[in-house]
């Protein structure tokens, strides 16, 4: 089991070491970037072992410039904020026209307190990937494999699971909310310890974000980073629309969580 472990933690380290680069993708350099938008991405915990090259298929070269920042600090949510702060900083982001952000779930507790604290004036949409399911993983791992989750993530991963959702309050630029409702296989292999925490909700006022815009997708944590091509049309009608198409479901799915796990 140990060496087990052991041989995780390295394929975690070297994802990280792998995939965790600063990545700017210029759709056509010949504009000025006054006259261009971007999409910034701010990755969560999915990132260190999942490539972004499906993020890159579905948000790249999509009429945006793509922002993909190596933010996510080991010590705190307070290091990725100064992190994108320097990043947003370094690259002169302030230049664009406008920013989009898409947020998981470290970048959604991220972009939350950027935002109220550097005043950024061209973010104009963020999109968040929300779920009440793998939401519960921080607290879930942090207590369960404390040691083994400080190896693998940092200090991060105790402050992300003590830390409650900072609201973005009054927020000037256009939100919206994309809802997962499959669990991840991280969940699933801890399903005893999430069944032992008080029973989630998926309606959209449990998330504490408010806005009329929200889509629910029978997709877990794992698909929004390898299979975001399914879903990215949504992602980039609201940025360019300002909206979700009519098409999206804003009911909670209905299918169990954990059906795709189980064995016939």
């Known amino acids: 089991m140990i060496r087990k472990l052991h041989l995780s933690l390295f394929f975690v380290l070297l994802g990280t070491a792998a995939f965790s680069k600063d990545k700017i993708i210029v759709t056509d350099a010949g504009i ?3 006259k261009r938008e971007a999409i910034l991405l701010l990755n969560g915990f999915g990132s260190l072992y999942h490539s972004d090259k499906n993020q890159i298929k579905a948000l790249g070269h999509q009429g945006f410039d793509l922002l993909i920042p190596d933010y996510i600090s080991r010590q705190s949510i307070a290091g990725c904020v100064e992190n994108l702060q320097e990043f947003y900083a370094n690259n002169h982001l302030s230049q664009y026209k406008a920013i989009h952000v898409f947020a998981y779930i470290v970048g959604s507790w991220t972009v939350n307190q950027w935002i109220p604290q550097y005043h950024p004036q061209n973010i104009a949409s963020i999109v968040y990937d929300r779920s009440a399911l793998q939401e519960r993983v921080p607290q879930i791992l942090d207590h369960d494999n404390p040691h083994l989750s400080g190896m693998f993530f940092g200090k991060i991963m105790h402050d992300l699971a003590e830390m409650q959702y900072p ?3 009054n927020p000037s630029c256009n939100t919206g909310l994309i809802i997962e ?7 699933f292999k801890k399903k005893s310890s999430f069944d032992a925490l008080p029973p989630i909700h998926h309606e959209i006022d449990g998330f504490h ?9 029978f997709q877990s944590h794992d698909d929004l980073y390898t299979q975001l091509d399914q879903i990215s049309e949504d992602i980039l009608h609201f940025f360019r629309e300002g909206k979700f198409p009519p098409t999206v479901s804003q009911l909670p799915c209905s299918l169990d969580p954990f059906g795709p796990y189980y064995k016939p």
């Open 167 to 169: 609201v973005l309050a």
């Open 181 to 187: 409702c499959k669990a991840s296989h991280i969940l």
């Open 32 to 34: 000025p970037k006054e």
């Open 209 to 217: 974000q408010p806005t009329p815009h929200y889509a629910y997708y």
